[in-house]
C-alpha cells in the first residue's frame, strides 16, 4: 500500500515540477497560451481561400473583327481573370507580363468567325511567366474556361445566325431551341452532402489545431527530457527509487494537461471567435485530441531520447513539423502520394488527428473509427520505445 | 531519529577496477565503510573520487570487482534500498526555474517521504543550511556557494541511512563549512554512515576513517592519526633543550625511531607513539647530559600527510619497478 502511495507522490511530483517549469518561463508560456491563439487569428483574419483573379491584357490583333471592349471579354473570363485592358500590340502586353503587373496574355486570333466559317480552328493564345506549376495549372486551366466560353458565344452566334436564316425561310420547328441549349446542351449542379457548407476557414482551422498541438506536445515534452539529461538531473532519476516508466508518466501527464488547456481554449476561439461549428460529440472531440497529445508526446519521448543536446531535438521537431506539413494532407492530399510514402503520412499522429477533428467538428461524427485505433497504436508503440530507450540511459553509464 | 539497524559494513568495495576506453579510473580499489561512520575520500582532481562515489551509487558499473552497499549490488538495488541512500553530485542537478523550496520537497518526493513529514523535513533541513529566508527564490537566482546547500539539503531531506557527498562542502564559506560538518557529525551520533570527498584535505581530520586516491589507487585508508604516523613513519615530538644538544646522541634510545636536528637546541624526534614515547625521550635527552626546556606533540598538517604519503607511493613503485627490471634482466643471464 505504501508502494503505491509513494508511486502515486512521485508520478505527482513529477507532473507539479513539469507545470512549475512551464509556467514559470514567460516566454513559453506566451508562445504555448497565445501562440496559438495568434496563429489562428491571424489565419482567420488572413485567408479568405479565394485566389486572386489573374491580372489578364487581351491582345486583339490590329483590324480584327472581334469586340475589342474589356466588359465583354470579363463576361467570358468569368471570376478567375480580370481584364485589365485590351491591347492591339502584343509587345506592350508582354512588357507588363516581364514587369510583374500582368499575369496573363490572351491573343485573339484575328478573325475566329471567319475561319469558323471556312472549317478551320482558331487558335486562342495564352501567355504566362511563372515558374510555380501550380499557378501555371491554374492558369491552364482559366484559358481552358476562356476558351470554352468563346467556343459557346461562337456557337450561341453560330446558331443565332443559322435561326434567323431559318425563320427567315419559314421553317419555325429549327427555332424552338434557344442557342445556349444548342451550343451547351449539359450543365453541372453541385449538390453537397455535407452538413456544413465548405468554408476554407471552417476546414483549416482543425488542421491547424492539431498540427499546433501535434508540435507543441512533441517540441515541450522532448526538450524537458533532454534538458534533464544534458543537466545531469538524470543522474538524481538514476540514484533515487524512481523508474524510468514513472518519469515518462509523469511527464506525459503533465503535457497532456498543458496540451488539453491549449486546446480547450483554441476550439473555443474556433467555434466563438470564427464560428466554426462543432456538430459532433464534445466527448469524441476529447477523446480524439487526447489521443492525438499521447501519440505526440510518444513521439516526443522518442527524440528526447535519442536526441544529445537541445539544439539536436529542437531541429528534429522542426524536421517533423515539416514533415508534418507535407504529408499529413494539410496542404496536399495523401492520396496523391505513392504508396510508400502514404505510410509516412499515416505514422503521423497529425494525419490522423487531422481528419479526426475535421470529421467531429465539421461532419458531426467520423465513419474513420480506424484513425482512433492508429493513434493508440503510435502511442504505444512510441512511449514503448521512449520508456526502453530511457530505461537504458538511466542504467546505462 | 533513530539508530538504524544495518551491516556492520555499509559499503564493501574489492579489487574494483573501472576503465574509460583506454583510461582506467580506478586500479583495484579495495575498502570497507563500517555502519556509523564518516569516511573522507581525498586526492587531487581526476584522482577518481568521483567515480568511487558514482560506483558506489549504482550510477556506473564497474570493469572488474565487487560491490556491496547495504548488503546490495549498487546496479541492482531495491526500491527500499534506494530510500535509504542520499547522493550529492558534484556539479549542480536540480531545477533552475523551481524555488529552493520546491527543489528539496521535489527531491523529497522522489525519495518516497509523504506530505507532513516532507514539509517538516524540507523546512529543517532549510533552517540548517542557511536556506530558509531563501526558500523561495528560484534555484537558478542563487549564488554558488547557496546552490550548494541546496545540492546537500537534497541529500539530507530524507533522512538517508547511507549518505554519498561528492565535495558538499565546496563553495561553501569557513563558517558554514563547520555547520555542515556539525551536522555531519550528528548524523553519524545518529548511526548514519557518510561517504564524503573533499578537496579540503585538512577536512580529513573531521573524517573516522581516511581513504586517499592518487591516479585510481587506494594509497592509504585509515584513521587520520594512524594516517599521520604511516606518513610520517611514526609520531612526531618537537622538543627544544636548555643548551646546545647534539642529536646523534640519541642513536640507539629506545622508542626514538629518527632523529632530525633543526637547530642547535632544537630537535624533531620521531616516535612510535608519542603518547607514551615522551617521558622516555626526556629521560634519554637527560642522561646525555640535556636539559629539556619545552617539548610537544608535532600534528603536520594533513597537506603535508597528503604530500608525504603522495611521496611515499611513488618512491614504493620506483622501486618496484626498479626490481622488476633489475630481475627482468637477470633472468636472462641466469638461463645462460
Known amino acids: ?397 | 531519529m533513530t539508530e538504524q539497524a544495518g551491516p556492520r559494513d555499509a559499503v564493501i568495495v574489492e579489487d574494483v577496477v573501472v576503465r574509460f576506453d583506454d583510461q582506467v579510473a580506478l586500479d583495484g580499489v579495495s575498502m570497507t565503510v563500517p555502519t556509523g561512520s564518516i569516511v573522507g575520500i581525498i586526492g587531487p582532481s581526476g584522482a577518481g573520487k568521483t567515480t568511487l562515489i558514482r560506483l558506489l551509487t549504482g550510477v556506473l558499473s564497474p570493469t572488474s570487482g565487487t560491490l556491496s552497499v547495504l548488503g546490495e549490488e549498487p546496479r541492482r538495488f531495491r526500491r527500499e534500498t534506494r530510500e535509504g541512500i542520499g547522493y550529492m553530485p558534484q556539479s549542480f542537478t536540480l531545477y533552475p526555474d523551481l524555488t529552493v523550496r520546491e527543489n528539496v520537497d521535489f527531491v523529497a518526493s522522489l525519495f518516497g517521504m509523504l506530505f507532513f513529514r516532507r514539509r517538516r523535513r524540507t523546512r529543517e533541513v532549510l533552517q540548517l543550511l542557511d536556506l530558509w529566508d531563501v526558500r523561495r527564490r528560484r534555484a537558478g537566482k542563487l549564488s554558488g556557494g547557496m546552490q550548494r546547500r541546496l545540492e546537500l539539503a537534497g541529500a539530507l531531506v530524507h533522512d538517508p541511512a547511507l549518505l554519498f557527498l561528492d565535495e558538499p562542502t565546496a563553495g561553501l564559506d569557513p563558517l558554514l563549512r563547520t555547520r555542515v560538518w556539525d551536522e555531519l557529525r550528528r548524523l553519524r551520533q545518529a548511526g548514519r554512515t557518510l561517504l564524503v570527498t573533499t578537496q579540503h584535505i585538512n577536512e580529513s581530520e573531521e573524517c573516522d576513517l581516511v581513504a586517499m586516491i592518487v591516479e585510481g589507487r587506494l594509497i592509504a585508508l585509515a584513521a587520520p592519526d594512524a594516517l599521520r604516523r604511516q606518513a610520517m613513519g611514526g609520531d612526531l615530538i618537537e622538543l627544544e633543550t636548555k643548551e646546545r644538544f647534539d642529536g646523534m646522541a640519541l642513536a640507539g634510545a629506545p622508542e626514538i625511531l629518527r632523529v632530525r636536528q633543526d637547530g642547535p637546541r632544537q630537535l624533531t624526534l620521531t616516535v612510535e607513539d608519542a603518547g607514551t614515547a615522551t617521558p622516555g625521550v626526556v629521560a634519554a635527552i637527560e642522561t646525555r647530559g640535556g636539559s629539556v626546556e619545552t617539548v610537544r606533540e608535532l600534528h603536520p598538517s594533513f597537506d603535508d600527510v597528503f604530500a608525504a604519503l603522495v611521496a611515499n607511493d611513488r618512491k614504493t613503485r620506483a622501486a618496484r619497478a626498479d626490481e622488476a627490471t633489475t630481475d627482468s634482466q637477470s633472468a636472462p643471464a641466469a638461463a645462460a
Open chain 1, 1 to 397: 500500500m505504501r508502494g503505491l502511495v509513494t508511486m502515486v507522490q512521485r508520478l505527482l511530483a513529477i507532473v507539479g515540477k513539469e507545470l512549475i517549469e512551464v509556467i514559470r518561463r514567460p516566454g513559453a508560456l506566451v508562445s504555448l497560451v497565445f501562440g496559438p491563439f495568434i496563429i489562428m487569428a491571424l489565419f482567420g483574419a488572413g485567408y479568405g481561400g479565394f485566389r486572386r483573379p489573374l491580372e489578364t491584357v487581351v491582345v486583339v490583333p490590329p483590324g480584327s473583327s472581334i469586340p475589342t471592349d474589356a466588359a465583354s471579354y470579363q463576361k467570358l473570363a468569368g471570376t478567375g481573370l480580370h481584364i485589365a485592358a485590351v491591347v492591339q500590340d502584343a509587345a506592350t502586353a508582354e512588357a507588363g507580363l516581364a514587369a510583374g503587373t500582368t499575369d496573363v496574355i490572351v491573343i485573339t486570333p484575328a478573325d475566329p468567325a471567319a475561319s469558323f466559317k471556312a472549317g478551320q480552328q482558331s487558335v486562342i493564345e495564352v501567355v504566362v511567366d511563372t515558374i510555380d506549376p501550380i499557378r501555371a495549372d491554374y492558369a491552364n486551366y482559366l484559358a481552358s474556361n476562356l476558351s470554352s466560353a468563346v467556343n459557346q458565344a461562337i456557337i450561341t452566334r453560330a446558331v443565332e445566325e443559322g435561326q434567323g436564316i431559318a425563320l427567315a425561310d419559314g421553317q419555325t420547328a429549327a427555332a424552338k431551341i434557344p442557342p445556349e441549349v444548342v451550343a451547351a446542351p449539359t450543365k453541372a449542379s453541385l449538390r453537397n452532402a455535407a452538413p456544413t457548407e465548405p468554408r476554407v476557414l471552417a476546414y483549416y482551422g482543425p488542421a491547424v489545431l492539431a498540427l499546433i498541438l501535434q508540435h507543441l506536445a512533441i517540441t515541450l515534452i522532448a526538450l524537458a527530457l533532454v534538458r534533464e539529461r544534458t543537466s545531469g538531473v538524470i543522474e538524481l532519476f538514476r540514484v533515487a527509487p524512481i523508474k524510468a516508466g514513472e518519469v515518462i508518466v509523469g511527464k506525459v501527464l503533465a503535457y497532456l494537461l498543458i496540451g488539453g488547456l491549449i486546446a480547450a481554449l483554441t476550439i473555443t476561439l474556433l467555434i466563438v471567435g470564427f464560428g466554426i461549428p462543432l456538430l459532433g460529440d464534445p466527448v469524441s472531440l476529447a477523446a480524439a485530441i487526447a489521443l492525438l497529445l499521447l501519440a505526440s508526446l510518444g513521439i516526443g519521448l522518442v527524440v528526447a531520447v535519442i536526441s544529445d543536446s537541445e539544439r539536436q531535438a529542437v531541429q528534429l521537431s522542426l524536421l517533423l513539423l515539416l514533415a508534418s506539413v507535407f504529408f499529413s494532407g494539410f496542404v496536399v492530399a495523401i492520396s496523391e502520394f505513392a504508396e510508400p510514402i502514404r505510410i509516412l503520412a499515416y505514422a503521423l499522429p497529425v494525419t490522423h488527428g487531422i481528419r479526426l477533428i475535421q470529421d467531429i467538428m465539421l461532419r458531426g461524427s467520423t465513419t474513420q473509427l480506424w484513425e482512433y485505433g492508429a493513434l493508440m497504436l503510435i502511442a504505444g508503440v512510441t512511449l514503448t520505445a521512449a520508456w526502453l530507450g530511457l530505461r537504458r540511459g538511466m542504467a546505462r553509464a
